[in-house]
């Protein structure tokens, strides 16, 4: 199970980090199939500061996933996050904070829509799309649960891509390199370490745009289970969906165009190496 937390002064850290293998090697195997190597890393890095009834928690949730397969190498997974929220708090039971929180997303590297075909254009890169929110709200929090919500959010798409700004992609006009929303946010988190040696993080996000017609929420929804089955090697099994009404996903008349918004969902897993030490804010 998780060591402790490292305490400096006002600050403490924690962390969890992974790395994760599969592999198949087929040698004049009759029945067929084909040889693969699957990789990745997950990291998720908390640092907290606390003097009197002020506190900051910063979040950094990242991932890279990669296959191997016949020469052709598949991205699997890219998450590039960073979280801040400063608290004041204004009553101890229950805990309630007034709360500040910012978010910075996008990916590490280009992600393709066929990447075993050399000639096709990636479909997405670092800051292409890029998303950052920014409000004002009340957090509440108890030994497993944390929710946050907020009346008056700030919500920026950039597309800092010159091809993928003329295409009009991700909520933006062709041409355009930002877009700004106004509306609603919601945080719901449940962390919880289990006697039996598994942790379980659920985060969800919920955004709703005031000035979308017709008013629709976006909702982005992350589960992290990890089994330890000795003290470095774990399974894990991560599970994410998304819906965003500006990201076209789906062909909804048949003519071979994506045009529709849809549930995206991906699921990893995989039996590797952990190390964590704390509890993950």
Do not use: C
């Amino acid at each position: 199970m998780p060591s402790e937390a490292i305490t400096v002064g006002p600050w403490t850290f924690s962390g969890l980090y992974g790395a994760t293998f599969n592999q198949t090697l087929l040698r004049q195997w009759n029945a067929g199939g084909q040889n693969s190597l699957n990789t990745g890393f997950i990291l998720r890095q908390s640092a907290d500061y606390s003097r009197d009834k002020w506190s900051a928690t910063h979040l950094l949730d990242a991932a890279y996933g990669l296959n191997f397969q016949e020469g052709i190498v598949r991205k699997m997974d890219d998450k590039l996050e960073y979280n801040l929220r400063v608290d004041h708090l204004i009553s101890g039971q229950p805990l309630w904070k007034l709360s500040g929180f910012g978010s910075l997303k996008s990916q590490w590297y280009k992600g393709f829509a066929k990447p075993d075909d050399p000639d096709t254009a990636y479909v997405s890169r670092f800051l292409a799309p890029g998303y950052a929110l920014a409000g004002l709200g009340l957090t509440h929090k108890d030994d497993f649960v944390e929710f946050y919500f907020s009346p008056v959010t700030a919500k920026y798409t950039v597309v800092l891509d010159p091809r993928l700004q003329a295409q009009g992609l991700f909520g933006l006009s062709p041409g355009q390199a930002l877009r700004q929303e106004m509306g609603a946010y919601m945080n719901m988190r449940f962390k919880r370490n289990f006697p039996n040696k598994l942790a379980v993080d659920l985060r969800t996000n919920l955004f709703g745009n005031y000035l979308a017609t017709p008013f629709s929420i976006d909702v982005d929804a992350d589960i992290l289970l990890v089994y330890k089955a000795t003290n470095y090697l774990s399974i894990t099994l991560r599970t994410q969906g998304i819906f965003d009404r500006d990201i076209a996903v789906r062909d909804s008349n048949g003519d071979g165009k994506v045009d529709a918004p849809g549930i995206q969902l991906k699921q990893l897993s995989g039996v590797g190496l952990t190390y964590n030490f704390g509890s993950i804010k």
